[in-house]
């Protein structure tokens, strides 16, 4: 491999048959220059990146941030495999990289962002927060900023999907706010808190994921049962009105209508979680 830029002691740009890659090893470009070759057995980590933009953009980190940050990366990305027992996407280095970079210079100023998923992303992705909070302490122990644990949901978003795409994160991080938003439409229509240790709320959660996931893909669940959903609209009005501000969301973000059976089992569904208040005739 013939280095085509060298980018701080650790790291180089390579050219390998017409291809470009960035190598990593710790004092691999010590004393070498643009055009000298490095060996196999020299490298420690290669990454590849599916385009010239993101590469160039890889680099041009590489080449301005602390070397020290690309060692944590590392460190924390070796952590995040073996926990969730699956191998890193190159792109997820340079997205882990750039965050830590910005993390650190807000962190140093005692600038720190509110995550509006933390609830969610605790509950549904606690190994994922589990890597999150490894990174702040690293953060803490090689450079001394030590951040709110909030930190360590955006970290465990980049986890999420280890080895999905972009776009299905962006997927992920819509259906969390999805189900944060139904739920916050439930307690402000009951104007109660809803009890999130139990049962009856933990059915509702899992159906709204999978309900979700349905409005995302754009498919519904039909049977078209009229008369049920006749029943549980007599039976729980509140619920309905409830359900009918749920629709007006729905219908605004995901431009779909509820089916017959998706109202009636949400109608079922939310009662069940909110039985104390909801009652014929309110």
């Known amino acids: ?18 291809n470009e890659m960035i190598v990593y090893s710790r004092g691999i470009s010590f004393r070498k220059k643009a ?27 590489l080449a301005h941030t602390d070397a020290e940050y690309l060692n944590a990366v590392n460190d924390i990305i070796s952590f995040g495999e073996a ?16 965050h830590i970079d910005f993390a650190l210079k807000r962190g140093r100023k ?3 962002i509110h995550s509006p998923l933390a ?3 605790k509950k549904f992705y606690p190994e994922h927060f589990r890597i999150g909070l490894y990174a702040l302490e690293q953060m803490k122990e090689r450079f001394q900023v030590a951040f709110p644990e909030e930190e360590a949901v955006s970290i465990a978003l980049h986890f999420v999907n280890l080895q999905s795409s972009q776009s299905q994160l ?37 159906h709204l994921r999978y309900f979700i996931e349905r409005l995302q893909t754009g ?13 549980v609209r007599k039976l729980y009005p509140k619920a309905y009105e409830c359900i009918q501000k749920i629709k007006v969301y729905v219908r605004e973000n995901f431009k ?19 039985n104390k208040t909801d009652s014929k005739g309110e």
């Open 110 to 112: 005692g600038q720190f």
């Open 1 to 18: 491999m013939k280095i085509r830029q060298i980018l701080n002691n650790n790291v180089a740009l390579v050219t390998r048959g017409g």
């Open 83 to 98: 926990r969730l027992n699956a191998k890193a996407n190159d792109y997820l280095y340079l997205t882990l990289l750039d």
């Open 256 to 274: 779909m209508e509820l089916s017959v059976d998706e109202e009636t089992y949400l109608i079922l569904h939310i009662h069940r979680v909110t």
């Open 35 to 61: 055009g000298q070759s490095i060996e196999k057995e020299e490298i420690e980590k290669i990454y590849v990146l599916d385009s010239n933009d993101t590469l160039e953009h890889f680099s041009y980190l």
């Open 170 to 206: 962006k997927e992920t991080i819509q259906a969390m706010q999805t189900l944060k938003d139904i739920l916050s439409i439930i307690q402000y229509h009951y104007r109660i808190c809803l009890d999130e240790h139990s049962l009856d709320h933990s059915r509702l959660v899992t």
């Open 119 to 121: 609830w969610e992303v």
């Open 219 to 231: 498919r519904t669940y039909e049977d078209n049962d009229q008369e049920l959903n006749r029943q």
